[in-house]
């Protein structure tokens, strides 16, 4: 399993639009995909599941991936994050 902080920074948060492209980015894996915010953990291949985590811009999740593809899987949720996730 590997994980990792990272920080949204869309200025909406993780609204419906970014739930989907972030959704599709980890349905590509093999690997669970999940993250946890608060005291919450969020399946991130489930549009309902993220968009029910209720995250918002400049919140802190910590991204596991865990399976054959689990460092690319991470690598790539990374860079779609990191990079504004279509916004």
């Known amino acids: 399993m590997v994980q990792q902080k990272v920080v949204i920074k869309n200025p909406t948060g993780l609204h419906l639009r970014p739930a989907g492209i972030l959704c599709k980015e980890a349905m590509q894996y093999k ?11 969020a399946n991130a291949k489930s549009v309902l599941s993220v968009l029910g985590a209720c995250v918002k811009c400049g919140d802190e999740i910590e ?5 054959e593809d689990e ?6 949720l990374l860079k779609a994050i990191e990079s504004g ?3």
């Open 85 to 87: 996730l279509g916004e």
């Open 31 to 41: 690997s669970r995909v999940t993250f946890v915010f608060g005291d919450s953990t």
């Open 63 to 67: 991204l596991y991936c865990e399976g």
């Open 71 to 76: 460092q690319e899987a991470l690598n790539a």
